[in-house]
């Protein structure tokens, strides 16, 4: 099974794999990240101290993913939990099942149809929607 560390340790040297974000508030197994130059304020599944910057990806569940033929990179809401993310596809796991998106902040998304990685390659911009309990991989953690 492919992860989100394996996807990132293979991918190493290419800067569109991993983003920067800052923790701006944390409670209970959830935290708010900033994104750096941005207004996002979004809210993940994860841990980590208020005024850390941390250096990894979303880890996200999609519910059903669609090739796009125009658009940009986002998250929305921008503040808040994760609902749709569009972006541009940079790399497929090994075993199909899942893709690193870069959005706002690089996305791993996993396919909850597995059958939906049959119409997306490497370079297309796709949007999704989100399944709850989206969840911040800290790459500086997983090396």
């Known amino acids: 099974m492919t992860t989100a560390s394996s996807t990132l340790l293979a991918m190493h040297n290419q800067p569109t794999v991993t983003g920067t974000v800052k923790v701006c508030g944390a409670e209970e197994g959830t935290i708010d990240v900033a994104v750096p130059g941005t207004a996002y304020s979004i809210r993940l599944q994860g841990t980590g101290t208020v005024g850390d910057r941390c250096e990894g990806c979303i ?46 902040v690089p996305v791993h998304v996993r396919f909850e149809d597995p059958a939906s990685a049959a119409s997306i390659a490497v370079g297309d911009l796709v949007n ?16």
Request: no cysteine.
């Open 128 to 143: 999704f929607h989100v399944r709850s309990g989206a969840s911040w991989s800290d790459a500086t953690s997983n090396a």
């Open 59 to 104: 880890e996200a569940t999609a519910m059903k993913v669609h090739v796009a033929s125009g658009g940009g990179r986002f998250i929305q809401p921008a503040h808040g939990e994760p609902r749709i993310v569009a972006g541009h596809v940079v790399a497929m796991d090994a075993d199909g099942a899942g893709a690193v998106v870069r959005s706002v």
